[in-house]
Each structure stands twice: as structure tokens, then as C-alpha cells.
């Protein structure tokens, strides 16, 4: 069972993810860059993210993979961005299981999914990434949508 979800705080995947753990009364956890940097700019006060000494984006996926005992990863691109191939490089070097969802935007698909490999993994600390709303128009709805079908 999921007790804690941990986030970077990007528009689109990451900020559904911190949406739907607020509305399930779930704990957050996880770090986004120094000044709060997002695509929208700087992330709502609402979402207790640690900040990282860097402004960039890598650092903060480094240690929101080591944070988390599991990564899920939602890419709703035709190929995969630079984010998911970083994410998935520190999930390898940790060791850390992870598990990339390309349903966008048959929600069914990944939600059924994303249930299947909690079930096998069943992680207590889930890091949720993936596509901004910038690059992805949609993505947060999606990912929203699936979490409340693929998440009891």
C-alpha cells in the first residue's frame, strides 16, 4: 500500500501526482529545484518540496529516485523526452524499480497497468514523473485519471 508520494513538482505528471496525494491525505515528500522553479513558475507553497541547492532539473530527480522505493513514469510523447531517459538512468544506477506508462491518452491502458506493477512491486514510497504540460497538453488529466483508477 502507497503512503507516500514523492513528486518534483513539474506542471503536468509531476503536479497531478502532488494533486491526487493531496485529495487521498497522502504524505509528500520529495525535492524540486532551488526557487521552487517550475514550468508555470515558482511551485505553490501548497506542495512541501525540499529545494535543491540547483536550479536545474537533473538534481532533483536524482533524489526523488533514491527517496522512493519504486518509480512510475508517465511519457506521453512519441519518443521518450530527455526527462524520462534521465529518470530512468538513476532509477538503473540506484537499482531502484521502475516502470514507464505510455497509454497517454487511454487512461484505461495505464491505469490497468500502473495497478498491475503496484501490485507485483507493491512500494510504499512512489515517485510519480513524467511530461510537463508544456510539451505534453494533457498529461496532468491523464495522469490524475489514472492514479485515482490504478491507486487504491
Not at 56 to 72: E, G, H, I, M, S
Request: aromatic share 8%.
Amino acid at each position: 500500500m502507497i503512503k507516500v508520494i514523492i513528486s518534483g513538482g513539474q506542471t503536468g505528471a509531476d503536479r497531478a501526482a502532488l494533486d491526487f496525494a493531496l485529495e487521498r491525505g497522502l504524505e509528500i515528500q520529495g525535492y524540486c529545484p532551488r526557487g521552487r522553479r517550475a514550468e508555470d513558475g515558482p511551485l505553490d507553497a501548497k506542495y512541501p518540496l525540499q529545494e535543491t541547492k540547483s536550479d536545474a532539473y537533473p538534481p532533483r530527480t536524482r533524489l526523488n529516485v533514491k527517496l522512493a522505493d519504486a518509480t512510475v513514469i508517465f511519457n506521453g510523447l512519441p519518443e521518450y523526452s530527455s526527462g524520462t531517459h534521465t529518470t530512468i538512468k538513476y532509477a538503473r544506477e540506484q537499482k531502484k524499480k521502475f516502470k514507464v506508462l505510455r497509454g497517454f491518452p487511454d487512461v484505461r491502458k495505464d491505469a490497468a497497468a500502473l495497478g498491475r506493477w503496484l501490485a507485483q512491486h507493491a512500494p510504499q514510497k512512489l515517485n510519480i514523473a513524467g511530461n510537463g504540460e508544456e510539451k505534453c497538453p494533457g498529461i496532468y488529466a491523464h495522469v490524475l485519471a489514472v492514479l485515482r483508477q490504478g491507486i487504491q
